[in-house]
């Protein structure tokens, strides 16, 4: 299939904002700033404003949605399908879903590389065909459990080479490094959560997709920056970095900024690369193929993984190789890539028509959590 220009520029955009937006959050991370009152230098640690950030992004969408739908009802055929009426609270239990999920996200994100951050992002494949088999009554086939097999095996190799460079490196101790990538997995128990949700109640009720990301993005928004008010209160001890050791220290985040305007530049990155990065999640399933949408993510953490030791933010390991073509081959089976090179032996014909389900079924992962790729 040759592709068209516009299919093009969607790849390629959905591509580069996928990448700027775990590289400028990592970025953020790394600035070294004093805060308030003339306290000692110390990294912006703020991982639940990042997150607020993350959901304004998303919240954008919401009002793209209005725009083109204002846009289209002005032409003389109206083509775009707004969808059915619904209750907004119907986006409630999902986006409560996202917004832990996201949370935990930035805050390993301080704690471990961008690298494994976004490698380690694949175990959502195994919790979400576990979960759609538990309470959507999905039939899994041959081949995705061995994807969920290899996935596993996949994230273990990655996990190790953590381990290695916890041990070699200065950037980030054992401990941390650790912590981080656990709760990187159990982020992804919560995301693979909020897609069965979604998958169970709200998808069926034929709601635009900026529609759901943006009012899934409002709840998001609205919610955690409520929540910043009484994280300025709670004591963390030594597991924040910010200066007076709360769960969030929202002033502190806005003096290390005034002190380093750069921040803002990173953060306004997180933010319009997620809008960006949603809508062209979007567009390249509806335009191309949830397949294509997962071959273009998978390359976007060989991105990741570049610049990041380009810039020195971490340092080669051959083991995190080995993780990420593990991690490749299990996304490939779960997600069907298979089936075009079975096709072309005629000895696996019957494995073949076994695993042919509608490519809406098996791509559960990739199809509806464009609003689930945070960071």
Known sequence: MTWTKYQLMLAAMM?????????????????????????????????????????????SCLAVFYILLCQDRRALQPKMNPGQRFSPFLFLPPALCDMTATSIMYVALNMTSASSFQMLRGAVIVFTGLLSVAFLNRR???????????????????????????????????SDVITGDLLIIMAQIIAAVQMVLEEKFVYKHDVHPLRAVGTEGFFGFVILSLLLIPMFYIPVGNFSNNSRHVLEDALDAF?????????????????????????????????????????????????????????????????QVLGFI??????????????????????????????????????LANNKAGHSEGS
């Open 326 to 363: 593990i991690l490749l081959v299990g996304a490939s089976l779960y997600n069907g890539l298979h089936r075009p090179l079975l096709a072309k032996i005629p000895f696996c014909t019957r494995f073949q028509n076994e695993d042919s389900e509608p490519e809406r079924e098996r791509l």
């Open 255 to 319: 003096c290390q900024i005034g002190n380093q305007p750069m921040i803002v530049v990173a953060l306004l990155g997180n933010i319009i690369s997620i809008a960006f990065f949603n809508f062209a999640g979007i567009s390249v399933t509806k335009e191309i193929s949830a397949t294509t949408r997962m071959v273009l993510d998978s390359l976007r953490t060989v991105i990741i993984w570049v610049v990041s030791l380009a810039v020195g933010w971490e340092q080669f390991h051959g083991l």
């Open 15 to 59: 591509l580069v904002t996928g990448s700027i937006n775990t590289l400028s959050a990592k970025w953020a991370d790394n600035f070294l700033v004093a805060g308030c009152h003339g306290s000692e230098a110390h990294t912006f640690s703020h991982p639940f404003l990042q997150a607020v950030g993350m959901f304004l992004g998303e919240l």
């Open 140 to 174: 899994l086939v041959a081949s995705q459990w061995i994807g969920i097999l290899i996935t596993i095996l996949g994230l273990v190799i990655v996990g190790l080479a953590d381990f290695i460079s916890g041990k070699r490196d200065d950037t980030h101790n054992l």
